[in-house]
């Protein structure tokens, strides 16, 4: 090799040696998001699976909400971000202010009445061999709404499935969902490029083509919210919780497109 390119091979052995943390390699995740709306003037009160609840009432960009039971007694107000997946789906993420190292995100369908709600937490303390930033689940119900269709819960559907997401001109990644608790990614472009790993993650089906995908991260203390849809659109909207450089919690807007690249089907043993 040429002092050229041993030391364009250095280099690039450095980045991947280097791991980026979750505020380097977030930043412009959110490029081909899905575009903000405003819920000012409307209301959401929902019943979760264990008989708590949790309501809404938005502003322009702040929400007043209440909660009880699960997410813990609660009656505040914080900042939201909704999105409008489809004409009668949305995604709404409350990045707490009023509660440190946490977020409640809601996912819901007007058609069918029926909705899945998210909270991410970052532990006080990282705990060696554990994902730091942990997540609880509940389908729920709109109260007044007549629920149809089947409850929202954890789904067996994107395991062999293997996609490319494109958040922004600098971000593309792969994942590859190998069973109902983990997926592997890996960064083709971007400050992560060379980084993969296999990480805990959760799939929960909303409603036909729409798919709840969170994933929990052992290396950087970081965990994420999606709302996949793989229906005409292929479009995906999320979030991140997690510990950035300077070692606060930080809250992170991402989304973009996706690109399948085909599905493996097992032909016995079927993975967990």
Request: glycine share 8%.
């Amino acid at each position: 090799m040429t002092e050229a390119e041993i030391a364009e091979f250095t280099e690039e052995r450095r980045g991947v040696d280097e791991w980026a943390t979750y505020d380097e390699f977030a930043a412009g995740i959110d490029t081909y998001r899905l575009p903000n709306v405003s819920l000012e003037g409307r209301e959401l009160s929902l019943t979760l699976d264990d008989g708590s609840s949790l309501s809404l009432a938005f502003g322009s960009d702040t929400a007043r909400w209440s909660a009880s039971g699960t997410i813990a007694e609660a009656d505040a107000t914080d900042p939201y971000d909704a999105v409008q997946v489809r004409k009668d789906v949305f995604f709404l993420n409350l990045p707490l202010e009023s509660r440190d190292r946490e977020a409640v995100t809601v996912v819901w369908s007007e058609r069918t009445g029926r909705a899945i709600v998210t909270h991410s937490h970052i532990d006080a303390e990282r705990v060696e061999g554990e994902p730091q930033v942990k997540q609880d689940f509940h389908a729920a119900t709109i109260d007044g709404a007549d629920a149809i269709g089947d409850e929202p819960g954890e789904s067996r559907d994107l395991i062999g499935m293997r996609n490319l997401y494109r958040y922004s001109p600098e971000h593309l990644y792969e994942h590859v969902y190998m069973s109902t608790e983990r997926y592997a990614w890996q960064n083709l472009q971007g400050v992560q490029r060379g980084h993969g790993d296999m990480d805990l993650s959760t799939v929960w089906k909303l409603d036909d083509g729409l798919y709840l995908f969170c994933f929990r991260e052992f290396r950087i203390s970081v965990a994420s919210v999606w709302l996949h849809d793989l229906g005409y659109n292929l479009m995906t909207t999320g979030i991140f919780l997690g510990i950035n450089g300077d070692g606060e919690s930080e809250h992170s807007r991402a989304g973009g497109h996706i690109y399948p690249l085909g599905t493996v089907k097992y032909p016995d043993a079927q993975p967990v």
